[in-house]
Structure formats: C-alpha cells, structure tokens
C-alpha cells in the first residue's frame, strides 16, 4: 500500500499485518520442508528478517549492528543501537565516524523498547533463528544490499509487489496505530522518534474511523 499524508505531502509505502504473515508463512513453509538442507536456513533468514524489522521498526543500519544479546526474552526487550547522525561524530565532536567502527570503538549508545506487541508466533520465528548464534554474534551475518534483495525478492513473490525496506518500518507505525490502537506517545517511544509530528503520521493515515462515521451518518440519513 502507498498512500499520501495530506498534511505533509509525503508518500508513505507500508505493508498490513495480513501481508507480512502472507510473506512469513510462505517462507517459513519452505524453511520446514527443506530444514534439513543448507538451502533451508535462506528461508528461515528471511522469514526472520521480514518479521523482525516489522515489529521492531528497526532502521537496516541498526539492524545489522544488533547482536543477539539485543533481544532479551525473559523481559521481552530490545536493545537498539542508537545511529541517528547527531550521535555520528566522536566523543570531542570529531569528524564522521562510520556506524561500524562505531562499535568496534564501543561508541554506540543502546536504546531499550519493549517488544511485547510481537505475537507469540513471531517469537517462535526469532528463536528458531537465534538458537545457533552466541550472544555477541550479529543478528544476521550480511550486508545491507543483501538485505535490500531479500526483501525486494520474497514481496515481489508473495503479495506481488516490490517493497523497500524501510516500508517494513511504516509498516510498524500503521500495526500499532491501527491494528493495537496505542496511544500516540507510546507508538512514538517503540518507533524512536524524537519529534511526535512523525509519529502522528501513522494517525493521519488512519482511514477506519473515518468509514465508520461514514456508514453511520448514512445510516441516519436513509432513516
């Protein structure tokens, strides 16, 4: 889906919930029939990668920069490495350092968000994923273009259109907004914004009120 905010003029590209489990299911199908073949572990990837960066909103850079000690299932928290570009330069203001020498240098910053909206479903996804990696191996072991072809691949395949990733991150925004109903300030805390016009975005892309004031005025009127 691509629609439009009025207010901004900007074009926002998000998948619904029923999507992603369309995607996931056909790559998780495919994982458990070939899981016993190195072809198998391409799938289960992949499944992971699309639910992951849906129900956590993670941007690709902060993505790849987690590791699995991030992800704590006991208090069903995550940790994301903190990248936005005012944290960028060094510890004097120095001049730009890149996100990966950030933490070979130990300079990222942790921020913690809950992940008790993932479904139980999801989580099993995860672990599956995990459950051969140590804690301070990276979540994935590839590259950003890798990433981008994953996606580009199995959401032409499974719904039919090509998205980029950071559809995956609206896609979140949309989820809680209309499908959880949180409120504005708690969907901000889980995307990270700094400034709550962003997140009100996600309100003003929200149509269903709007149809069920609709077809009870109708229904009024027709009296």
């Avoid at 995550?78 to 936005?84: A, T």
């Avoid at 950003?144 to 998205?163: A, F, L, M, P, T």
Wanted: net charge positive; glycine share 4%; hydrophobic share 35%.
């Amino acid at each position: 889906i691509e629609t439009i905010d009025f207010h901004t003029g900007e074009r926002v590209e998000y998948i619904s919930n029923r999507e992603l489990e369309l995607i996931c299911n056909g790559l998780w199908s495919q994982y458990r029939v070939l899981q016993y073949r190195k072809s198998g572990q391409k799938f289960l990837r992949a499944c992971f990668v699309f639910s992951f960066l849906f129900f956590t909103g993670a941007r690709i850079t902060e993505f790849l920069l987690s590791q699995k000690f991030c992800i704590d299932f006991e208090e069903m928290n995550y940790c994301v490495p903190q990248l936005k570009k005012k944290y960028w330069k060094g510890p004097h203001n120095e001049s730009y350092i890149n996100p990966y020498d950030r933490y070979k240098n130990g300079l990222i910053k942790y921020v913690v968000i809950p992940i008790d909206h993932v479904p139980e479903k999801h989580i099993k996804y995860w672990r599956e994923w995990l459950k051969s990696r140590d804690d301070n191996d990276f979540l994935v072991d590839i590259k950003e273009r890798q990433v981008r072809n994953i996606i580009y691949r199995y959401s032409k395949e499974y719904i039919g259109r090509k998205i980029h990733p950071h559809a995956l991150r609206h896609s979140l925004g949309v989820y809680l907004t209309n499908d959880l109903k949180l409120q504005v300030q708690d969907v901000q805390k889980i995307m990270r914004h700094t400034n709550p016009d962003i997140t009100f975005r996600y309100v003003r892309l929200k149509n269903t009120d709007l149809k069920e004031k609709i077809k009870i005025s109708k229904g009024e009127y027709e009296k």
